[in-house]
Structures are given as structure tokens and as C-alpha cells.
Nanobody, 124 residues
Framework: QSQLVESGGGLVQPGGSLRLSCVASGFIRDYVAIGWFRQAPGKEREGVSCITSRTGRTTYAGSVEGRFTISRDNAKNTVYLQMNSLKPEDTAIYYC?????????????????WGQGTQVTVSS
């Protein structure tokens, strides 16, 4: 079974940047989508961004569009989330997610594997 290990979280001031990484123990080229979700205290887990394996098509939540960029390096079995212009409302635990399907959705039920999560805190 594939394992996902995230890194790159931390504390950053508003307007700052962070880059999250997710290393997959299995291949990320096996035609399932992979992406990022986040969960803030007291809120439900929500989809942030996703990238498909076949075409590299990317999707973003409206709240992060234009500020976050997802990318992948198949040779390293790694997916990245570059987060710029961070806001306090981006504070959450960010989870790497490997889907059961080849297309990107924002649905938790479409995810087959989760990483352990990495904390992102945006505060002055």
C-alpha cells in the first residue's frame, strides 16, 4: 500500500511563502490523481489542489487560486504545493491525498490514502 509523507509546514507571517512536499512510496504515475486537502480547527477537511497523473491537469479551490501552485516530479515520486501570499485563514493541517480515481475532485470519499499531515500556521 502506498504511503505518503508530507514535509515543509511551519510558522510564517502573512504574505509569506511555504512549499509543502509529499513523497509517495508507490508510483505517482499509476493514473490516479494526487493532491492536497486541509483541515482547520473546528472545520471539515476541504480540498485545496489536485493534479492528475495522465495529463497533469491541475485544479484549485477558489480560496487559493492564483496563490498556490501544485506540481509533481515523477522521477522523485514527489508532489509539491507552493503557497505564496499566505493569509491567516490558510492556517490548517495540510494533508497529502492519493485518490482512488484518475480525476480530481474535492471529495474526501474519493481519496484512498492520506499522509499524516503537516501544520501550517500563518500569523504575525
Amino acid at each position: 500500500q502506498s504511503q505518503l509523507v508530507e514535509s515543509g509546514g511551519g510558522l510564517v507571517q502573512p504574505g509569506g511563502s511555504l512549499r509543502l512536499s509529499c513523497v509517495a512510496s508507490g508510483f505517482i504515475r499509476d493514473y490516479v490523481a494526487i493532491g492536497w486537502f486541509r483541515q482547520a480547527p473546528g472545520k471539515e477537511r476541504e480540498g485545496v489542489s489536485c493534479i492528475t497523473s495522465r495529463t497533469g491537469r491541475t485544479t484549485y479551490a477558489g480560496s487559493v487560486e492564483g496563490r498556490f501552485t501544485i506540481s509533481r516530479d515523477n522521477a522523485k515520486n514527489t508532489v509539491y504545493l507552493q503557497m505564496n501570499s499566505l493569509k491567516p485563514e490558510d492556517t490548517a493541517i495540510y494533508y497529502c491525498a492519493r485518490y482512488r480515481i484518475s480525476t480530481c475532485t474535492a471529495l474526501v470519499r474519493d481519496v484512498g490514502n492520506w499522509g499524516q499531515g503537516t501544520q501550517v500556521t500563518v500569523s504575525s
